[in-house]
């Protein structure tokens, strides 16, 4: 099983990110962790090898992953999986049926679909609670809840979940609280230090940040968790290959660059949003309109680039959309490059329409994601893209 090596856990957020996991290699001193493409490992003889037996197991490019994001979030062992969904989907394995969990209400889309059209089916039960109130959480919890699980800030209506209060409830409930840090990555948010027992992410976006990957991963403190997430990894086998998990390593180096950067853009262009079309139409944490701006501050180093706002109608939300040329209208977020979508149609389509309008996502709400190209290029085009809205 992958654990943490000890000393990177001495050293700063920066050096963590580049050299977390990451030994020269033993044959040949290479600084780059090597791509092992094998399935297999030759063995010495019966019961005798070098640690590894069989890839789906483990594999030294992907424990260099594992060590590196589990020394960013501040947590003891990594696990990586070949989606987000992958990754969920495995620690929802820990479960069984009969067990209850608490989920936020706002979360992507496939996961509720994860639960609603698969998970439920073996028996799993959910509560869909709005997360913004702990209280809320709270009196969700039965004596069958093993886990609460929360999103912040959610996709795509950037919602907060106080994690400490969260944490709290969590530890006296007896349930295992699960977060969700895509959004803000390890730079701007560490569930561990709010009471979390596993943080995941899908390593698509922010961790490997260059949008040539699929992934996932998830970071425990707890040994025993980990001996069992292990054991799920290995048995059920949603594990990546050893070049997406390069990439994604690749991607974590640069993260304590990106992410300010990220965040500047993001602030920029939030204000010039909010600005143009009124603070009430443009939904960012970091804008001091945003109704848990306060909470997001004590819990979050900065905010990001994920922008949600609100045209009115689909038709209008079409008209900005069609337009863009420096942002791209497509899926996905996290990525140096700028996206834009339509979440209602897009990433939260697999969430039905009736539970979509309570929730907020309308027909008019599109996502931006801010990447990292000049700012002014950014403005021209969303000056562009809006004229007229
Ligand atoms: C917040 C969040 N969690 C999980 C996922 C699922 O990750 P993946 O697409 O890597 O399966 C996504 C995908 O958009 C997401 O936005």
Redesign the pocket.
């Known amino acids: 099983m992958t654990r943490v090596y000890d000393e990177d856990l001495s050293v700063g957020f920066g050096t963590r990110a580049i050299h977390a996991g990451q030994r020269p290699d033993p044959l040949s001193g290479a600084i780059m962790t090597p791509i092992y493409t094998t399935s297999t490992y030759v063995q010495d003889a019966l019961g005798e090898n070098k640690g590894y037996e069989y890839a789906r197991g483990k594999n030294p490019t992907r424990e260099a992953l594992e060590r590196n994001v589990a020394a960013l979030e501040g947590g003891t062992h990594g696990f990586a999986f070949s989606?987000?969904?992958?990754?969920?989907d495995s620690i929802m394995k820990l479960f069984k049926s009969g067990d209850h969990i608490v989920c936020g209400e706002n979360?992507?889309?496939?996961?509720f679909r994860l639960f609603d059209r698969i998970l439920q089916h073996f028996g799993l039960t959910f509560t869909y609670v709005d997360a913004r109130d702990p209280n809320r959480i709270a009196d969700a919890i039965t004596n069958r809840t093993v886990a609460l699980l929360v999103?912040t800030p959610?996709?795509p209506l950037m919602r907060i979940t106080d994690l400490a209060a969260v944490g709290e409830i969590a530890a006296h409930a007896g349930a295992r609280l699960i977060v969700?840090n895509?959004?803000a990555t390890p730079f701007f948010q560490r569930p561990f230090e709010f009471g979390a027992d596993i943080v995941?992410?899908?390593?698509?976006?922010y961790l490997n940040g260059h949008s040539d990957m699929?992934?996932?991963i998830c970071v425990v403190r707890d040994d025993d968790l980990a001996t069992k997430i292990q054991f799920i990894a290995n048995a059920a086998g949603a594990v990546p290959g050893p070049f997406d998990s390069w990439l994604a390593l690749r991607g974590t180096k640069t993260l304590h660059l990106r992410m300010p950067a990220h965040d500047a853009n993001g602030r920029r262009i939030a204000a010039w949003l909010a600005d143009r079309l009124g603070e009430e139409r443009v939904i960012y944490p970091g804008l001091p309109s945003h109704p848990q701006h306060e909470l997001a501050c004590r819990q979050m180093r900065g905010f990001g680039g994920m922008i949600s706002v609100e045209m009115g109608t689909k038709e209008k939300a079409n008209a900005v959309l069609r337009r863009a040329r420096v942002f791209s209208l497509a899926?996905?977020?996290g990525g140096v490059e700028s996206l834009i979508s339509h979440p209602a149609s897009m990433?939260h389509a697999s969430v039905p329409p009736e539970r979509r309008a309570q929730l907020g996502i309308t027909e008019g709400l599109v996502r931006l994601s801010c990447g990292v190209e000049d700012v002014n290029d950014l403005l021209g085009d969303l000056e562009q893209m809006f004229d007229g809205a």
């Open positions: 989606s987000g969904m992958g990754c969920l979360v992507y889309g496939g996961t999103e959610t996709n969700d895509t959004f995941y992410h899908s390593t698509t976006k699929i992934g996932g899926e996905s977020l990433t």
